[in-house]
């Protein structure tokens, strides 16, 4: 059994944000920089509150590992002379090591014996080890924005002000610009601010609890939970949770109490979203529902502190909330007196890109691609589509969305159904954002679904047609986002467009404002569509072989590569499916760089070249037929018919014939073999065990 580590890092207040990825960072830093200096440890705790990072490691070894270090030295031939006397090179090697030339052994390596000192160097002892090693960990921590203060060269998320560091309950002695390590914590700056010793962590959450910290967040999680439902169920309601506002207050507060407040039921004549987005996004309050789902005319807040009298507190937070509910209704009720269409011709002066134009042209041309998109999927819709998308960005200019950025869509909505619009073209209106997150809501109406694409495709299109491409770091249009969301519709709606035809009409909608050829625009497009798609489908459990073996023969139709994965994947089961992979490898690397021809017959030489011919004209209907109904998994099973005389063929036939004419005619049958193959996948991308 070793000992336990105890840290903690005692800050000013850091944001809410950074935390969750500290405690994770925390713990995987920890094990990997122990592991790495080779002193042994048992589990690993982190735990954070706005004030405070901590962590404990149980079982942490006293000592650091022993380790034997070998040094290869000249080679045995040029160390030693005929009389089997050291040479200088010998000599030379030892003296560098350190140590003497009877003490140097001889190692048998792959390229013969060599010269070899082994050196046993003792661990050391860990506490002084941790006194090096927990100034570097501190400061290696990772956050989004780090900060100096005083005059001191110190960077982190927010100030230092103690360290707390134990080791089998003594104290780690080191110092970080003008903070020394002890083994006193603080507790909550308003409730309990004096400072207490601390002997280990069992200790330390008993004296942090006892001093107004609870420094675990789940179990913060959990009180600020039954605490809100039990005063949402005293006026019979239910609170409406909601995970990320959760996570948020819950890295608020060191030690969360709830207090229950009150707006006028006026206000409950505005949309739900306004009165949802004004209490959670700005407030961080939770809204209260009665048992259908409609709102009440309360909320809940999460404090810091216990309050001394509830009524105070919630009347200080009712009168804010009161504010911003008026000023919300001000701007519900004035938007409404400018019709939309007039809205949309203010977007003639908002610039969406200075390379792209402004919002307005950005409306006119996914416009025009929702009715191509239209056209070829449902002709019926043309007018509501249409109409919808006309609209749908009309409501960026009204005073509530400058006010609340995340309704945009849903006032368009809201005003277009107040202003007489038909509910599916207001429906439209909304969903064409959606989705607005990585696994976010998806456009239920078609007419939604089909402006949405459009939209996300005019982005991707224009700002990859002026050279504004994601980097590994950046993303700043949210162009991956808008990719996943283009590829999920399509998939979820079951739409048969290809992307290809999508990305080369709005190459040629978008014209001259695109400063790249259409050729590389298209190109690297539909690659950042596939790098997309590709990490989706490998995430959801497809194998990664039969992922690429798919993709690499046609991204475009995402519907159909999904049915031909899970065709390949099925496929997987069949006897011949690893030999006829392994067939085609060979097949892949003998027609490299070969455009293939028309296949004479009469230049056979063998039974097995007219027996593989004559199978493969005799399944390439049926196969062409299954394909063609998008039956990927019957035409696999039918086109396996040719496992047999393919390595029939490879057994008795030299492709590579010294007749140029005979080698032309065998690698044409081949060609076309490959091709029909390739109609499902490139079978060459297949792993396989041989």
């Known amino acids: 059994m070793g000992k336990e580590l105890l840290l903690e890092i005692g800050t000013e207040e850091i944001p809410a944000a950074f935390l969750p990825k500290a405690i994770e960072d925390m713990k995987k830093n920890i094990s990997r920089e122990l592991s790495e200096i080779r002193i042994a440890c048992g589990e690993v705790t982190s735990l954070a509150t706005p004030r405070r990072l901590c962590l404990c490691v149980k079982d942490v070894a006293e000592r650091q590992d022993d380790q034997v270090v070998e040094k290869l030295g000249p080679a045995k031939r040029v160390a030693f002379d005929e009389n089997g006397n050291p040479t200088k090179a010998a000599l030379g090697f030892a003296k560098g090591q350190g140590l003497d030339i009877s003490d140097v052994e001889t190692m048998q390596t792959d390229k013969g014996e060599y010269l070899c000192a082994r050196k046993h160097i003792s661990g050391e002892d860990t506490k002084v080890l941790l006194s090096e090693l927990l100034p570097k960990f501190i400061l290696s921590l990772p956050f989004k924005k780090s900060m100096r203060w005083m005059n001191l060269d110190l960077r982190f998320a927010r100030p230092l002000h103690w360290i707390l560091a134990l080791f089998g309950g003594d104290v780690i002695p080191f110092k970080l610009e003008n903070i020394s390590s002890d083994n006193k914590s603080h507790g909550h700056r308003f409730m309990s601010p004096e400072r207490f010793e601390v002997t280990g962590f069992d200790d330390y959450l008993t004296k942090t609890r006892a001093h107004y910290v609870i420094v675990n967040p789940d179990e913060r999680r959990v009180v600020i939970l039954e605490e809100a439902k039990n005063a949402a169920e005293e006026i019979e309601g239910t609170i409406l949770e909601n995970d990320d506002l959760l996570e948020e207050v819950t890295f608020l507060v060191e030690y969360p109490s709830v207090v229950r407040g ?168 909304h969903e064409h954002y959606l989705p607005t997150a990585a696994g976010g809501d998806l456009p239920k109406t078609d007419e939604g679904a089909i402006i949405s694409i459009a939209d996300k495709i005019d982005t991707i299109v224009g700002f990859f047609g002026i050279n504004v491409i994601p980097t590994g770091t950046a993303d700043p249009y949210a162009l991956r986002r808008q990719a996943l969301g283009i590829i999920n519709i399509i998939l979820d709606k079951q739409y048969p467009v290809r992307l290809d035809e999508l990305i080369e009409e709005s190459i040629a909608i978008l014209g001259k404002k695109l400063k790249r050829s259409p050729e590389d625009i298209r190109s690297d497009v539909l690659a950042f569509f596939k790098g997309r798609f590709e990490n989706q489908l490998i995430s959801q459990g497809h194998p990664y072989d039969v992922v690429d073996a798919v993709l690499s023969v046609d991204i475009a139709d995402l519907v159909k590569a999904v049915k031909k994965i899970d065709a390949m994947e099925a496929f997987k089961s069949h006897p011949d499916f690893e030999p006829l992979a392994i067939a085609f490898k060979r097949v892949g690397n003998i027609l490299k760089d070969f455009e293939g021809g028309t296949v004479d017959s009469t230049l056979f030489e063998t039974d097995s070249e007219k027996n593989l011919y004559d199978t493969f004209l005799e399944i390439r209907e049926k196969a062409a037929a299954y394909l063609d109904n998008g039956n990927d998994r019957d035409a696999l099973i039918e086109m396996a018919r040719l496992r047999e005389p393919v390595d029939a063929f490879f057994d008795s036939v030299l492709v590579m014939a010294k007749d140029e004419k005979v080698k032309f005619n065998r690698l044409s049958l081949l060609d076309k073999i490959s091709k029909l193959f390739h109609r499902v996948a490139d079978f060459s991308k297949i792993v396989t065990e041989h």
């Open 262 to 429: 009150t707006f006028e039921k006026e206000y409950l004549s505005l949309p739900k979203e306004v009165l949802i987005t004004s209490m959670m996004s700005h407030q961080k309050y939770f809204p209260i529902t009665n048992k259908k789902g409609d709102l009440l005319p309360y909320f809940i807040t999460i404090n810091n502190t216990v309050a001394r009298d509830p009524a105070v507190v919630a009347a200080g937070n009712e009168k804010v909330i009161r504010a911003r509910l008026a000023d919300a209704r001000f701007f519900f009720e004035e938007d409404q007196k400018i019709p939309l269409e007039e809205k949309l011709e203010e977007l003639k002066d908002v610039v969406f890109h200075s390379q792209l134009g402004t919002s307005y042209d950005k409306v006119m041309q996914f416009r025009e691609l929702a009715e191509y998109i239209t056209r070829h999927i449902k002709p019926d819709l043309k007018d509501t589509v249409y109409r919808a998308a006309t609209l749908c960005k009309a409501d960026l200019e009204m005073q509530m969305i400058y006010e609340f950025p995340e309704l945009q869509g849903i006032m368009g909505r809201e005003y277009a159904l107040i202003q007489g619009e038909a509910p599916v073209v207001a429906t439209a209106i």
